[in-house]
């Protein structure tokens, strides 16, 4: 029988930080009273942490996980599915019996059905079964009840195929997860963006912010600094939303982005260059050590030279965690004492690589 119920987390990151996820969803499960073990490989893309216990025990951890677990807590993690079964020795002429024998186990009715593979170029080679398969399956899951596409607010059934014939079966919270298949988000980056760069702060925004942030927090006319500006993607990012921007940077920026009137730039170093009053934003992709950075982005809030920023973290291989909760506890220490309450989300972005990006807002 190719079906084996199994109660776990399955975890998609990108390759190289199982390590790092895998200490981060132990951790964030044991702080809810869950404990249990992982299971990874080195540069396979995804994590599994299994619950310790079985039946009704397994059945409870996850539903205490699943209660109290945030996908946006979650730093290294690109995608949080609670899985149920994992199904194996599929047969490549009739792969729908076993797979809808795993979906009626779930018990619950799903709005959406993703196929997904990890992020790898072995896994991606799937893509194309996936693509195909899709209707078929869907077609089935359809026929019996099981699939609902016009319910807009019904979990997520996530299908993660290791190869053609293994696949562990989940849901996803459509309020708790990722909205981009693979957490992968397809954005593009316009030709006249002065660097690649502006598209990792629109990932910033959709990641770090909800919509009804952006609308409100990122408005025409608010004032920005961004702080190690050259090329200008940035600040090209946010000029396109219409703020005025004050690109710091002692290279030089694109001529092009000069030419409006919504850039000035200043050679300036950004750890010491200061704005005459107060700003709405600051944005910070200086490359240097995550603590220094993490003490110029609290220092901005506690003296009030702006209300939100967008920084990025470039964390050592071998110590991210520990590295980014030593960042953690800077930005706590100095907000505490001035006495500025915040809030502070963190995430390995798509498109970050051996950084992270962190939002940090003053709340009050
Ligand atoms: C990764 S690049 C920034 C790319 C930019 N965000 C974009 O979208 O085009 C880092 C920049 O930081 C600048 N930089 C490094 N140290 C700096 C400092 N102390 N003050 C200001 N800029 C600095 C470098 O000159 C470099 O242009």
């Known amino acids: 029988m190719p079906l084996h119920a199994t109660a776990a987390l399955l975890l998609y990151c990108r390759p190289g930080f199982e390590g790092d996820c895998a200490k981060e969803v132990s951790g964030a499960c044991a702080d809810l009273g869950v404990t249990g073990y992982v299971r990874t490989k080195p540069d396979s893309g995804w994590v599994l942490f299994v619950p310790h216990g079985e039946g009704a025990q397994a ?14 807590d979650l730093v290294f ?30 018990g619950s009715r799903c709005g959406a059905v993703w196929l997904e593979t990890a992020d790898t170029n072995q896994a991606k080679e799937l893509s194309g079964f996936c693509r195909k398969f899709v209707p078929h399956l869907e077609r089935a899951l359809i026929a019996e009840h099981l699939l609902h596409p016009k319910d807009k607010r019904a979990p997520r ?10 696949a562990w079966v989940g849901l996803t919270d459509l309020a708790n997860s990722n909205p981009w298949q693979m957490g992968i988000p ?7 963006a002065p660097s690649r760069s502006a598209v990792k702060l629109a990932e910033a925004w959709l990641a770090l912010l909800t919509e009804r942030e952006r609308e409100q927090r990122l408005v025409a006319g608010m004032r920005a600094a961004d702080l190690g500006a050259a090329p200008g993607g940035w600040s090209w990012q946010l000029a396109q939303r219409g703020l005025r921007v004050i690109a710091i940077d002692n290279g030089n920026v694109s001529p092009a982005l000069l030419k409006g009137e919504m850039v000035e730039h200043i050679r300036a170093d950004g750890f010491h260059w200061r704005p005459r009053g107060s700003l709405d934003w600051m944005v ?29 973290l470039k964390l050592p291989m071998k110590k991210r965690f520990d590295e980014l909760a030593r960042c953690r506890a800077i930005i706590d220490k100095r907000l505490n004492q001035a006495d500025v309450p915040y809030l502070l989300r963190v995430k390995h972005l798509y498109h970050d690589r051996d950084e992270v990006t962190a939002y940090l807002r003053r709340t009050a």
């Open 77 to 106: 993690a690109r995608q949080l599915v609670f899985c149920s079964a994992f199904v194996d020795a599929l047969p490549p002429d009739d792969r729908v019996p076993p797979l809808l024998a795993a979906v009626k186990a779930l």
């Open 284 to 312: 910070c992709d200086i490359v240097d050590q995550p603590s220094r950075i993490a003490q110029l982005a609290a220092d901005w809030i506690a003296h009030g030279r702006c209300r939100d920023t967008i920084f990025n």
């Open 157 to 166: 059934l996530n299908l993660f195929f290791i190869d053609s014939t293994q």
């Open 186 to 192: 397809r954005l593009r980056v316009s030709r006249d």
């Open 59 to 72: 059945g409870e951890a996850m539903r205490i996980l699943r209660g109290g677990l945030r996908f946006e």
